[in-house]
Nanobody, 125 residues
Framework: QVLLVESGGGLVQAGGSLRLSCAAS????????MAWFRQAPEKERELVAW?????YYADSVKGRFAISRDNARNTVYLQMNSLKPEDTALYYC?????????????????????WGQGTQVTVSS
């Protein structure tokens, strides 16, 4: 079965850094676009970063976060620097079968076939 497992979350002070990992199994990893979403309490799930034919970053994280992938290890990463309290959320990785999408489409959770269970990131002031 397909399984996506996130790790690397935790508690960090504002200005600090974390690196999230998402290990995938049960799918042909290199054929899927990968994305990181986050969801804070009482807020909509939002796209943070996407890696497919190109890369995409939400304006709120541009210049601070970087997505990368290692196809040999079936793993996608999210390097998060200069963290802010507003980055606090549950972070999910997702896999989608479309290598090329419009920005509108890649922000839509329904365009991803597989999801991890999430890893909590908490940034203190």
């Amino acid at each position: 079965q397909v399984l996506l497992v996130e790790s690397g979350g935790g508690l960090v002070q504002a200005g600090g850094s974390l690196r999230l990992s998402c290990a995938a199994s049960g799918l042909t990893f290199s054929s899927y676009a990968m994305a990181w979403f986050r969801q804070a309490p009482e807020k909509e799930r939002e796209l943070v970063a996407w890696s497919g034919a190109t890369t995409y970053y939400a304006d709120s994280v541009k210049g601070r976060f970087a997505i990368s992938r290692d196809n040999a290890r079936n793993t996608v990463y999210l390097q998060m620097n200069s963290l802010k309290p507003e980055d606090t959320a549950l972070y999910y990785c997702a896999a989608g079968r479309f290598w090329v999408m419009t920005a509108q489409a890649m922000r839509g959770p329904n365009n991803y076939q597989y999801w991890g269970q999430g890893t909590q990131v908490t940034v203190s002031s």
